[in-house]
């Protein structure tokens, strides 16, 4: 025969080209790499580790429980800050906190408390510092007003805190008042109206007057009287008072803002 034809299965003389292999064992290769790949294991603490772990925490408790109790912080210092006129020696002696006491142990609140009840003592502050000092931050009250009294001349801060007796700074205003004291009405309208008022009208007054809350009254160093009337619309009231503290004369009325007089 000159040549060979394969024949298909339909009986025609037609070839196919053969089927390409598959590479079976390349397939199977790489599913097995896949399959076989163990997961990665968390590394475990040993026992050296966990004595590790132990000794830091015991090394702690101790460190605190001798901090605490012993003499490592020692207070050995008080620093006083923002007297004038409360001593150093009254403040220290109020503290309470005796040296050699280690400071994680002092009681900050219960020591400021008692350095509050000082009755020139607005507020303050109590810190540890460490490593051996206590802290004290105060500010003291200021007297506004002085009122005369059978025991002696009373100064009074803006709150209405009657906290010392003892003869008055240079400035500040006597108030007349039936009962000055700290609930009282005519005390509070009194303080209201002076306190609002601006400084280059407050630097003339002398003393405040205040028979009833509507009827508070200013004498002026110079002797001039300023009737108020009530501490509603004190604002309004000084800038007309100011300028008609200009003009002649002895009484300036301005209870009533609006139709303010002079006599």
Do not use: C
């Not at 408790?61 to 923002?82: H, I, R, T």
């Not at 009250?141 to 906290?163: I, N």
Request: net charge positive.
């Amino acid at each position: 025969m000159a040549g060979r034809q394969t024949v298909n299965a339909r009986g025609t003389g037609r070839t196919r080209p053969a089927a390409t292999p598959r590479r079976v064992g390349a397939e199977r290769s790489t599913r097995s790499r896949t399959s076989t790949r163990a997961p990665a294991r968390e590394p475990r603490v040993g026992r050296r580790g966990k004595l590790l772990i132990l000794l830091a925490l015991v090394a702690s408790v101790a460190f605190v429980a001798v901090s605490y109790f012993g003499p490592l912080w020692a207070v050995s210092s008080v620093q006083v800050n923002g007297n004038a006129a409360v001593s150093r020696e009254q403040v220290v002696q109020t503290l309470e906190v005796a040296e050699g006491t280690p400071l994680p142990r002092v009681d900050t609140d219960a020591a400021a408390a008692r350095v509050a009840a000082i009755p020139k003592v607005a507020s303050v502050r109590v810190q540890r510092v460490y490593p051996s000092t206590v802290r004290v931050t105060v500010e003291e009250r200021v007297p506004v007003v002085f009122f005369d009294a059978a025991d002696g001349t009373h100064l009074m801060d803006a709150e209405a805190v009657d906290f010392a007796v003892e003869p008055p700074p240079p400035g500040v205003v006597r108030m007349v008042v039936a009962s000055p004291s700290f609930g009282n009405l005519e005390t509070r309208a009194a303080l209201s109206v002076l306190t609002a008022l601006p400084g280059p009208l407050r630097s003339q007054v002398a003393q405040i007057d205040a028979p009833t809350i509507s009827a508070v009254s200013l004498t002026l160093y110079d002797g001039r009287v300023v009737v108020w009337g009530s501490s509603e619309d004190t604002e309004y009231k000084a800038s007309i008072a100011l300028p008609l503290l200009t003009q002649p004369g002895q009484t300036y009325d301005v209870s009533s803002p609006d139709l303010p007089t002079i006599r």
